[in-house]
């Protein structure tokens, strides 16, 4: 009936009716929760209207409790704060939603697990939101009573002044004037909008323009190729400087206490410049001294900095001696990420934390639903089991933010529902809030249809982390030879399971039959026909790249490789035009090019096919080619 779950409701024999509306007289505390009333079913009270909602003030109440009493009176709504007050009013909308202004006679009491229900979205892997789209983000969240909101920041996608010289014109930043709005916007809704902004590794950008700062300036080997250096030298005083001068930017257009100060995967830390300093006193005190200055920084500004888990946790030592004001994040993304260790272990030794998990919209296309239900469940559980205090679920955008939003819709419910209410909720009411709130669904099956959307990977088998296993190899598609781009992509996707299972046409008749009845959904509202054609593309996409893999896998039959190729014939090109002009719907231009250039690479790809004809004699002819180990010959 409410979403998330209060805590306690007795319903009652009887019913108010408010179909004709709920008046009320503002009050000083009513008028600074103003943004909850934004909703036509509440008036203020004029003289020919009989005022049918109270606002009663409970010192009692913590800060962000409530209640809500309805009988033959009328409404009131109880609150301790106006955080309290915005929520009790959120909840009173939803009841005469669901209940069509008859609303039952009831006694309800209410106030959440964790004290932080945080989301955080990737603004810096080429998709920069615009401000509209970023205050439709903070509109949802605010809906689930979230109340802790970051944009993660690296590189460029935020406008430093003092930087100015750095940026080029095709580069589409949030600005600190929008950025300035939104946390107005934001805090009217009880969302503290938390400067992110990256000081240590993933500092690429940065060190294209002061490489004599990097750890090693010639990169390094890892995750089985050569990367750019991405880690700034934290011995060098001139880091330290750098580092400062953007986060002082940063700091003139936010009026948060907290500073997300991140520091994660230094990946060289411990090597190049900085291996000698490691052998003698540890990487772990190492990476303390530089987040203590930093530390020291962020206090001087009176902010309470976060920073990230993944390195201090595997050096508890150091991570006894951090300040017990910071607040440590330890984030994780997969099903079996061990939050029931990690968490504990902060806990034992009295450090503040957070948990992160994740949407799992990354690399996937339209989600890893299966992954996601375990990873915030587990998150919010040994969060609430350790004595946290809270969650921070993050939405990435790894190799270029293809996803679009319905991606990440599931996940922002599930992890707003639960970090309210823990261990309640599940798919049906999930389902039920999404048709209801996110979007105003006619037919009522847009919220199964966006869980369904991220169920293509529980059939790729072994599990692949992080990603799933068609999109993470689609991800080096723009690293292959041009040259030789279908001997590249045979020899890349000969072994994939989509081109060996044999329940491979069960797969794409799955998604063919989400895209028929996406396509089926009717809508009241403009946005919610867009978040209609971003889920249709989302799953072409996937289709798409499916039968461009299975086109070079070894048992492909000759009726399903030129079947597929008149299917990509008519389809990918108007798909490309499609996917740009929602791109641009929800975003800034600055990016756009580069999360393209993989699908760029596969577009060549299928324009090549579309010159071949295989037939079962070359079938035949290509297997027994990759039996001997020869090289294979394009077959027109």
């Known amino acids: 009936m409410i979403y998330p779950a209060p805590k306690h409701l007795n319903i009652l024999e009887g019913t108010f009716d408010a179909t004709k509306g709920i008046y009320f007289n503002h009050t000083k505390d009513s008028k600074k929760a103003e943004a909850a009333f934004k909703n036509p079913i509440l008036e203020k009270k004029e003289d020919h209207h009989i005022e049918n909602l109270t606002f009663v003030k409970d010192a ?16 009131q709504i109880f609150y301790g704060t106006v955080n309290g007050l915005f929520y009790g009013v959120k909840s009173l909308i939803q009841l005469h939603k669901i209940k069509k202004g008859k609303i039952p006679y009831l006694n309800l009491s209410d106030e959440p697990d964790l004290e932080f229900r945080g989301f955080m979205l990737d603004i810096s892997r ?31 996608s935020y406008f430093y002044p003092s930087f100015e010289h750095l940026y080029n014109e095709g580069m589409t930043p949030i600005t600190p004037k929008e950025y300035r709005a ?23 950008a940065w060190l294209k323009h002061y490489p004599e700062l990097a750890v090693m300036p010639d990169g390094m080997f890892f995750w089985g190729s050569h990367r750019d250096p991405s880690t700034i030298n934290p011995l060098d005083e001139r880091s330290l400087e750098l580092v400062k001068s953007f986060y002082k930017d940063a700091l003139k257009s936010t009026k948060s206490n907290y500073f997300n ?56 030592d150091a991570l006894a ?14 099903y079996d990420y061990p939050f029931h260790k990690t968490l504990k272990q902060l806990g034992d030794l009295g450090v503040k934390f957070l948990a992160a998990p994740g949407t799992s919209s990354w690399n996937s296309i339209t989600g890893r639903t299966t992954t996601m239900f375990e ?24 190799n270029g933010h293809l996803q679009m939003l319905p991606a990440s819709i599931p996940g922002i419910v599930y992890g707003g529902l639960e970090s309210w209410n823990a261990r309640i909720h599940n798919q049906r009411e999930m389902r039920e809030y999404i048709n209801l709130f996110v979007v105003e669904d006619l037919l009522g099956r847009t919220g199964q249809l966006m869980l369904d959307l991220g169920t293509y990977v529980d059939y790729e088998t072994p599990y692949t982390y992080n990603a799933s296993k068609l999109v993470s190899l689609f991800t080096v598609a723009k690293h292959l030879n041009p040259h030789d781009l279908q001997g590249s992509f045979y ?63 070894q048992h492909v039959t000759s009726t399903e490789f030129n079947d597929y190729k008149k299917w990509l014939a008519r389809h990918y090109a ?29 577009g060549e790809v299928v324009k090549i096919v579309q010159l071949l004809t295989l037939t079962t004699s070359k079938v035949e002819q290509r297997n027994s080619l990759h039996r001997d180990g020869r090289k294979m010959t394009v077959m027109h």
């Open 182 to 204: 939104l946390e107005k916007y934001a805090n009217a809704r009880m969302i503290d909008l938390v400067p992110c902004h990256n000081g240590l590794g993933h500092m690429t």
């Open 261 to 316: 100060i991140n520091l994660d995967e230094p990946y060289e830390l411990g090597h190049g410049k900085t291996e000698e300093e490691a052998k003698k006193i540890g990487v772990g005190e190492l990476y303390l001294n530089y987040v203590l200055k930093l530390y020291d920084f962020m206090k001087d500004n009176n902010k309470t900095p976060l920073i990230w888990g993944d390195v201090l946790n595997h050096y508890p």
């Open 491 to 553: 020899l890349l996707y000969k072994d994939h399971p989509y081109g060996l299972m044999s329940n491979f046409s069960f797969m794409l008749d799955k998604m063919s039959a989400l895209e028929t009845a996406i396509s089926k959904l009717r809508f009241s509202k403009n946005d919610d026909i867009l978040i209609q054609s971003e889920m249709l593309t989302s799953v072409r996409l996937v289709k798409s790249f499916m039968m461009v893999v299975r086109m070079h896998g």
């Open 375 to 398: 990873n915030i469940r587990n998150a919010i559980l040994h969060t609430k089991l350790n004595k946290g205090l809270g969650m921070l679920l993050t939405d990435w955008g790894d």
């Open 60 to 75: 009692a109440l913590s800060k962000e409790a409530y209640g809500i009493k309805v009988d033959k009176t009328g409404i």
């Open 574 to 602: 108007p798909l490309m035009k499609e996917f740009k002009k929602l791109w641009l719907k929800r975003n800034k231009s600055g990016g756009l090019d580069e999360s393209m250039a993989s699908l760029i690479t596969i």
């Open 321 to 334: 001696k951090l300040p017990k004001d910071l607040i440590f994040v330890d984030w994780g993304y997969d």
């Open 126 to 156: 080429n998709k920069i939101p615009k401000l509209d789209t970023l205050k439709k983000y903070v509109d949802i969240l605010s809906d689930l009573k979230y109340n802790h909101f970051e944009l993660y920041i690296e590189g460029f």
